[in-house]
């Protein structure tokens, strides 16, 4: 088995969830996913095995969902639809007990901008840390705790209003 092998069975569970959670759309995540392994087999050459393969792979994925015009806007999204709903049930770990607060939580995830939906999900749903984050999204560590802040009181204002 080759490394690139290894790299793709040890991380594409958590990159589907990643660009599922990041689009918001099945296709377009199925897309992004796909995007993402073409450009780090096409860059593997290009990373440095003394850092996290996993921040590198996450760093491309977030990369490409920035450039790509071809999906969709969902910073304004406010509902999920059937379908959606769901797909995100059957993605719900067996021991989560409360699945309306899930749905909730997701939704009003999918109403925040997409600079601080990214670093609410790779914080708590990918458990990178703040320096992680900084270095996948390319912007300063301060740059990443002004937006959790921002975003956590923005998730605490619309889920207390529902």
């Not at 790299?7 to 759309?25: A, K, M």
């Not at 939580?105 to 840390?129: D, G, M, Q």
Request: one cysteine or more; aromatic letters at 12%; a neutral charge.
């Amino acid at each position: 088995m080759t490394d690139f092998e290894r790299y793709v069975n040890e991380y594409s569970r958590d990159l589907t969830r990643f660009c599922i959670h990041l689009c918001g759309d099945p296709n377009d995540a199925e897309d992004l996913f796909q995007d993402t392994w073409t450009r780090a087999l096409s860059k593997l050459g290009q990373y440095d095995p003394a850092l996290s393969f996993k921040s590198w792979l996450f760093a491309i994925c977030v990369n490409i969902f920035r450039n790509n015009r071809k999906l969709k806007d969902n910073a304004a999204r406010a509902s999920l639809t059937a379908e959606e709903q769901e797909r995100l049930l059957a993605s719900i770990p067996d021991e989560q007990k409360d699945v309306d607060a899930y749905l909730d939580l997701y939704e009003a995830l999918y109403t925040l901008p997409k600079k601080h939906r990214a670093v609410i999900i790779l914080f708590y749903f990918r458990e990178f840390s703040q320096r992680e984050i900084a270095a996948i999204l390319h912007i300063p560590e301060g740059t990443v705790k002004s937006r959790l802040n921002t975003a956590r009181k923005l998730l605490q204002r619309r889920l207390s209003h529902e």
